[in-house]
């Protein structure tokens, strides 16, 4: 048995030739009760599966707060080889390409589906069993998966960084929007915009987003999407236009990192490829590339 550190650095295709040949798999939705088996065979490589381990350690294996149904695969003898989060967000994680493929086809036709995300090699894979019978590709891009671990610098003065309240929903909520606007081309403000702001005003209320306010204005923010004890997975990272170009920016994500990695392992976010200036932003904030991210927005 390998231990959870060794798994972390196995590549996909060792994951591969561990699978047994010719096995009959079944999939089906996972219930509640499960949470324990699932939580560690995600927890194998949790800096990949943070999304979904957090979601389940929120909200349990089923809730309607995951906007969607986890799935497990299994093996004729009942060993878990894969699971998938199939609704809003799509992601996914197994040990064999039998697993991908059979995951593949439990997500085609599931109206509710916006986005799948995973690592480059796993969704060209999953692509091409989904793409025949699934939603239409809308749009997709490449991302980078970067991470930051201690030691993060700490020779600087320390912003004023702190927890959002309900109170600056109403100066949050619209620079998310915008945010969603620039990364996907929807709007939830103008799609959904009571459930947009019912997320937005829980995530708040569970203490997920961090907020600097400069005169009565928002200078930076970033919102913890999910958190296990191995890893919290950052996105929405924003500094004002009237802030960038002054150290700012570097100056809040470190200090939240250092306040992050004091309960998890490592702290990770996905940027663009193309988004060259960010690069430089989160490299210059201690972070380190780890992996290469396919983002697949689909056709409603």
């Known amino acids: 048995m390998r231990s959870t550190a060794e798994l972390e650095e196995l590549p996909l295709a060792a994951f591969q030739r561990e699978a047994a040949a ?105 692509w091409s069993c989904y793409g025949e019978a699934g939603q239409a590709l809308r749009l997709a891009c490449r991302e980078l998966l970067l991470e930051q671990c201690w030691p993060v610098e700490a020779n600087e003065e320390p912003p004023d960084l702190g927890l959002a309240t309900l109170a600056e929903l109403e100066m949050v909520l619209p620079v998310q929007a915008e945010m969603a606007v620039a990364e996907c081309g929807i709007n939830p403000l103008h799609v959904d915009p009571q459930g947009f702001r019912e997320r937005y005003a829980r995530r708040i209320g569970r203490g997920r987003v961090w907020a600097s306010i400069k005169d009565g204005a928002l200078a930076f923010k970033a919102d913890i999407m999910a958190e296990t004890p191995q890893a919290v997975y950052l996105e929405g990272i924003y500094v004002n236009p009237l802030e960038r170009g002054k150290g700012f920016g570097r100056r809040c994500l470190r200090q939240l ?13 996905l940027v663009n490829e193309k988004n060259t200036e960010a690069h430089s932003f989160y490299y210059g904030a201690g972070y380190k590339l780890r992996a ?9």
Do not use: W
Request: charged content about 20%; glycine content about 10%.
């Open 292 to 300: 290469y991210y396919e983002t697949i927005y689909l056709q409603k």
């Open 22 to 126: 010719g096995d009959a798999l079944s999939v089906r939705a996972l219930c509640q009760g499960e949470e324990i088996e699932v939580l560690d065979f995600l927890g194998a490589r949790p800096l990949h599966t943070v999304y979904m381990a957090g979601f389940i350690l929120d909200n349990g294996l089923v809730s309607p707060l995951n906007r969607g149904t986890f799935y497990g695969c299994r093996s004729s003898s009942g060993e878990l080889l894969g699971v998938s989060l199939i609704g809003h967000v799509t992601q996914i994680e197994t040990r064999t390409p039998e697993a991908l493929k059979a995951l593949a086809c439990a997500a085609q036709g599931r109206p509710s589906a916006h986005v799948i995300m995973g690592e480059q090699e796993k969704m060209r894979a999953f």
């Open 257 to 269: 990192g250092r306040l992050l990695l004091s309960r998890s392992r490592s702290i990770c976010l």
